[in-house]
C-alpha cells in the first residue's frame, strides 16, 4: 500500500503501523451475529403500534384546518407562477419562429 509521509506518522501515532511500516493489529474475526428475534404475532404488533400512537404529538382541529389554508394558499401561487412562466415562454418561443 502506498502512502505518504503524513499518512505513515498518522498510522504510526496511531499505532496501527510499526517503524517499518508493517501493521501492528491483526484483523479481528468478522463478528457473528446475533440469532434473530422470533416474530411477534399480529396482537403484539397492534398493542406496540398503538402504545407508540399515543406518544405522537397530534395537532389541534384549527392548527390542521390552518396548515391546510396555508398549503392550498401556496399551492395556488406555485400553480400560478408556473402558469405564468409557461404562458411567457411559449409565447416568446411562438414569437421567434413566427413566419413573416
Do not use: C, H
Not at 406518544?55 to 384546518?65: C, F, G
Not at 395556488?76 to 405564468?84: D, E, K, N, S
Amino acid at each position: 500500500m502506498a502512502m505518504n509521509r503524513e499518512q505513515k506518522r498518522l498510522l504510526q501515532k496511531q499505532g496501527e503501523i510499526n517503524e517499518q511500516g508493517a501493521p501492528t493489529r491483526t484483523r479481528r474475526a468478522p463478528r457473528q451475529t446475533a440469532p434473530t428475534e422470533q416474530r411477534t404475532g399480529a396482537r403484539q404488533f397492534v398493542r406496540e403500534v398503538r402504545s407508540e400512537l399515543r406518544k405522537v404529538a397530534w395537532p389541534t382541529r384549527s392548527e390542521t384546518i390552518n396548515y391546510s389554508i396555508v398549503v392550498l394558499v401556496t399551492l395556488v401561487i406555485v400553480t400560478a407562477f408556473v402558469f405564468g412562466v409557461d404562458w411567457v415562454f411559449s409565447n416568446l418561443v411562438l414569437k421567434l419562429f413566427e413566419v413573416s
